[in-house]
């Protein structure tokens, strides 16, 4: 059984900034690809920003520069730094993982809501 936590989601002002932390845990013999996407009500979840195990990265266009996603692969953990916030990054924010036990599958953590006040 594999389970991703996240934790780090809240309300903060318009320019504010986030720190999302997620972590997993249970039968893992090793972790490919790890990110965070969001959804907003009415839309379809989107990638935000994902890291490979060697630290490639990639972001959505919407979020170049102004967050950055990083990833403790001896703590199976990935954070994604998030500055200068906009309303429009109001969602809730899922982890994810590709995760390798005795297949490759992916996991979602439960989601956290980030909320950014104008």
């Known amino acids: 059984q594999v389970q991703l936590v996240e934790s780090g989601g809240g309300l903060v002002q318009a320019g504010g900034s986030l720190r999302l932390s997620c972590a997993a845990s249970g039968n893992i013999f090793s972790i490919n690809l790890m990110g965070w996407y969001r959804q907003a009500p009415g839309n379809e979840r989107e990638l935000v920003a994902a890291?490979?195990?060697?630290?490639?990265?990639n972001y959505a266009n919407s979020v170049k520069g102004r967050f950055t996603i990083s990833r403790d692969n001896a703590k199976n953990a990935v954070y994604l730094q998030m500055n200068s916030l906009k309303p429009e990054d109001t969602a809730f924010y899922y982890c994810h993982a590709n995760i390798l036990f005795r297949s490759w599958l992916d996991y979602w953590g439960q989601g956290t809501q980030v909320t950014v006040s104008s």
């Open positions: 890291i490979t195990a060697a630290g490639a990265t």
